[in-house]
Each structure stands twice: as structure tokens, then as C-alpha cells.
């Protein structure tokens, strides 16, 4: 039945069919072709930091501090409003659309910075890389949660957000590459490597064409017949391969199709009909932000200025890090699967937090070496990295289908402001003191805003292992409260 009146009803077990097929070829393809932004956004950020020296001796740009640290703040802008932006266009257009339209503006962006030509035109670019990234968020999130069978929707959720240390170690690794002045010229090292994330994004556009739209975006704005072919599709490839599809468990969804859901009622949904899970969203994306990027975009400056490791050798200590960050939601995310949501999430944050205080004492005491220091780091983000993921996978999955994209831009958007601007700058003045016992203050403050996440996710937070979406979120289109 092909359905496009605003009150018209439709009955499907659509979703339940994509939920129990076994994980695939499909599932790889879904995971490689959009998981690619959280590898983007960990490049970027590497990036940023790494091409700081030579945009200040660029004969071109010749940019100082000030400049260097406005365009970082034009990066989280950008981020800021593209997510909120494509977000909302992501739950009223389609998440195909979006998913092409944020890459391709991405990928402009990023090649367009290479060209910069002075510090506007440079800020300006930054800003529009930011929108791509922050955009991706809202539509490839929503998609992947979407596509992926609720038994294994933590891990897969959980492993793709790690992907950004993949990111991180690739942006490390060849920046010491083409910033080495023996093998290009100063003003030319800088541009290659931000073709880095347009090469990357060039390769993996393609691929998403072979991606279709979301059934379950499709259902609720009428469009069932398109929706049913694209489930038998997939089906239809799966039993290519040989196996036995059983059938769908549980009732069928009866859902009012709508062309589009209304401002009022996706802000009703989220802050007054969702109002608890709002704060455990919020808790989580406020206390990883602040704990992850006050840490990590002054980790260098802890290096230098306490334990005098020369600047040049900074982006060595970067892949330890970088290691722990990545194993961490890989080794921990079927656990979250398996254990259980709560005690997960509630168990990573309170752990990061306790293990950071007693890092943090030692360090204030003179205790640690810059070797220990760094093994500290790797045991500390081995654990917060799978918490700081959990928080992306959380907001994502604890809204209605109507609302999710925006829901995702929303939470995404608080955090990255926060994260990118209170904690960089907060933890940046403490470690200007060359107090040991100043900064521990900050690490202080990140482990308290950790434990209170923590203690807010045991009470409050959603046991949403292994349930389909539309039980663990009613949809705002639902005709009954029973699905």
C-alpha cells in the first residue's frame, strides 16, 4: 500500500524483518561508507593542531596564535550549526539526501582550505569543513542505528565512533610526512595535508550510492510501497548468499504517515515527553566533551611545560593514545550488548573518572614520568573512549524515528560548543599557572563532571540492549502506544 495522506495509517513489520537478518556484507558496507565521518572528524582535528606551526611561517598566510586559535573556534562553529542545520533537514528530507549533501560540502570545505589564499578565506573554509562534519553526524548516525539488527547495535555503534582515533593516527602520521620541510616546500606542506581528508572523502562517496534510504524514514512519511521494496531487497541478498531468514518477531507497527513532523512537537518530544532521557543525553555529551577535549587538545602543553618533551616530538606520544582510545570501544562494545546499557555506561564514565583523580594525584605529586604519564593516558581514554562513544550511541537511539537526526545535532551541538570551547580554554589557563597542583584542579572538575554523569545514567538511563528502535522510542507517528 502506497501511502502519502498526512492520516493515512499503515500496519508493517518492516522494521522487525531489517532487525532480524543475520550481520552481512550489507552491514560492512553501511558501517565503511558512513562510518568513514567519525575517521574524518578525527583527521581534521589532528590536523588542526598539527599544521599550526607552518601556518605561522607560511610565507602566504603567516598567521600568529590569535588567528591559528580564531580558525580552531570557526571549525566548532561550523560544526555547531551544521549539525543543527542538516540535522533538522536529515528528519524532513530523508537521511540519503543528507548523507551525500554533507560529504560533498566536506569535501569542498577541506580541499577549499588548501587554496586558502589569506586568513578570511581560511576561516571561512574551516567554518564550512566543520558544517560537513557536524552534518555527517546527524545523517550517517541515524542511518547506521537505522540499518543495524538491535542485537548488535552497541557494538557496531560503539567500534565505528573509535574509528576517529584511526583518524587521529592518520592525521599524525602524515603530517610528519608532508610537513617535513626536506620534502616540500614550508607553504606547500600545510595544503597536502588537508587534501588528506578530500582524498579520503572522494574515495568513499561512490561507495554511498550503493546505499538506500532508511525504511524506517521512509514509513513514517507515507512512502511504505518504496520502503518494502528496499527490505526485500536486502532480504533478497541475503538469502543469495544462503541463508535462512526466520521470521519477524513481535507485533506489527501501526504508524500515521506525515510529510513532516512539526518544530513544537520535536522540541515537546525531546524536552518535556523525553525530559529524563534530555538530561541523561545532556549529562553524558557535557561530561565527555569536557573531560575529552580539555584533555586531549592540551595534552602537548602538558608534555612541554611539565615534562619538557621538545614540541617536535609531541606527535610521537600521540599514538599510544591514540591506541588506547581506539581498543577501548572495540574490546568493550559487546558489552554493551550483552551486559546491558546502564551498568555500562554507568561502569566507563564512573571508572574514567576515579582513574583520572588518581592519575592526577600522582601527577600533582611528582610521581609520573612522561612515560607513565602516557600509559596513564592509554588506561584512562581505554575506558572513556568506549564511555564518550556510549554518549553518541545514547542519544541516538533514545528518541523517536521522527525526531533522531535532530535529537543526535542537538546533543552533538552542546557538546562540541562546550568541549571545544570551555574545557580547551579552562584547562589551557590552569596549565599557564606551571602549577602542577592548578591543573590537577582541572582534572578534578573532569572526573566530578564524569561520576555525576555516571550516577545520572545508573538512575535514569535506558535499557535499550537488544530492543528494536520503535520499543525503545515509541514513534511520534504510532496510532497506539502498543507496538
Same mark, same amino acid.
Given at each position: ?314 606527535? /610521537? +606520544?600521540?599514538?599510544?593514545? &591514540?591506541? #588506547?582510545?581506539?581498543? *577501548? %570501544?572495540?574490546?568493550? =562494545?559487546? @558489552?554493551? $550488548? ?72 542537538? /546533543? +552533538?551541538?552542546?557538546?562540541? &560548543?562546550? #568541549?571545544?570551547?570551555? *574545557? %580547551?580554554?579552562?584547562? =589551557?589557563? @590552569?596549565? $599557564? ?51
Amino acid at each position: 500500500m502506497h501511502t502519502t495522506e498526512t492520516q493515512s495509517i499503515v500496519e508493517t513489520n518492516l522494521p522487525a524483518r531489517l532487525d532480524r537478518l543475520p550481520w552481512g556484507r550489507f552491514h560492512v558496507l553501511i558501517v565503511v561508507a558512513l562510518g568513514i565521518t567519525w575517521l574524518l572528524d578525527g583527521l581534521e582535528v589532528t590536523l588542526a593542531g598539527a599544521v599550526a606551526s607552518a601556518l605561522k611561517t607560511s610565507p602566504m598566510l603567516h598567521f600568529d596564535n590569535t588567528q591559528v586559535g580564531f580558525a580552531g573556534s570557526a571549525y566548532i562553529a561550523g560544526a555547531v550549526c551544521g549539525a543543527l542545520g542538516f540535522g533538522w533537514l536529515t528528519d524532513r528530507l530523508g537521511r540519503r539526501k543528507l548523507f551525500f549533501i554533507t560529504l560533498t560540502v566536506y569535501l569542498l570545505a577541506t580541499a577549499g582550505t588548501a587554496f586558502s589564499w589569506n586568513f578570511a578565506s581560511f576561516v571561512i573554509f574551516r567554518a564550512l569543513t566543520g558544517a560537513g562534519i557536524g552534518g555527517e553526524y546527524a545523517a550517517i548516525n541515524s542511518t547506521i542505528q537505522e540499518f543495524t539488527p538491535a542485537r548488535v547495535r552497541g557494538w557496531t555503534d560503539l567500534g565505528i565512533n573509535g574509528t576517529f582515533w584511526v583518524g587521529a593516527g592518520i592525521g599524525a602520521a602524515g603530517s610528519l610526512v608532508v610537513l617535513d620541510p626536506r620534502l616540500l616546500p614550508p607553504d606547500w606542506g600545510w595544503r597536502v595535508c588537508f587534501f588528506i581528508g578530500a582524498v579520503l572523502a572522494l574515495i568513499i562517496l561512490p561507495m554511498r550510492t550503493w546505499i538506500p534510504e532508511s525504511p524506517r524514514w521512509l514509513l513514517t512519511h507515507g512512502e511504505h510501497d518504496e520502503a518494502r521494496t528496499i527490505v526485500e531487497a536486502i532480504e533478497a541478498r541475503f538469502r543469495k548468499s544462503g541463508h535462512v531468514l526466520g521470521e519477524p518477531s513481535g507485533k506489527p507497527l501501526r504508524l500515521r504517515a506525515r510529510s513532516h513532523t512539526p518544530l513544537s512537537v520535536v522540541l515537546r518530544a525531546i524536552f518535556v515527553q523525553h525530559r529524563r532521557r534530555a538530561v541523561v543525553g545532556l549529562s553524558l555529551m557535557t561530561a565527555q566533551a569536557f573531560f575529552y577535549n580539555a584533555i586531549f587538545f592540551t595534552y602537548a602543553l602538558v608534555l612541554t611545560d611539565f615534562y619538557r618533551v621538545p614540541g617536535g616530538e609531541v606527535g /610521537f +606520544y600521540l599514538l599510544p593514545f &591514540a591506541i #588506547g582510545n581506539f581498543l *577501548g %570501544p572495540l574490546v568493550l =562494545g559487546r @558489552l554493551f $550488548d550483552v551486559i546491558g546499557r546502564r551498568k555500562m555506561i554507568a561502569a566507563t564514565y564512573a571508572l574514567s573518572g576515579l582513574l583520572l583523580s588518581g592519575s592526577g594525584y600522582l601527577f600533582a605529586h611528582g610521581m609520573l614520568t612522561v612515560t607513565t604519564q602516557t600509559i596513564a593516558w592509554m588506561v584512562i581514554f581505554f575506558f572513556a573512549s568506549a564511555a564518550a562513544s556510549s554518549a553518541y550511541l545514547t542519544v541516538s537511539e533514545s528518541f523517536p524515528l521522527e525526531i533522531r537526526a535532530l535529537a543526535i545535532a542537538v /546533543f +552533538y551541538a552542546f557538546g562540541t &560548543a562546550l #568541549g571545544g570551547i570551555v *574545557g %580547551p580554554v579552562f584547562f =589551557g589557563h @590552569l596549565i $599557564d599557572t606551571h602549577q602542577r597542583s592548578e591543573v590537577l584542579t582541572g582534572y578534578l572538575v573532569g572526573s566530578a563532571l564524569m561520576l555525576a554523569a555516571a550516577l545520572i545514567a545508573a538512575i535514569w538511563g535506558v535499557d535499550a540492549e537488544r530492543k528494536a528502535l520503535e520499543h525503545v522510542a515509541a514513534p511520534l507517528s504510532a496510532v497506539s502506544d502498543e507496538i
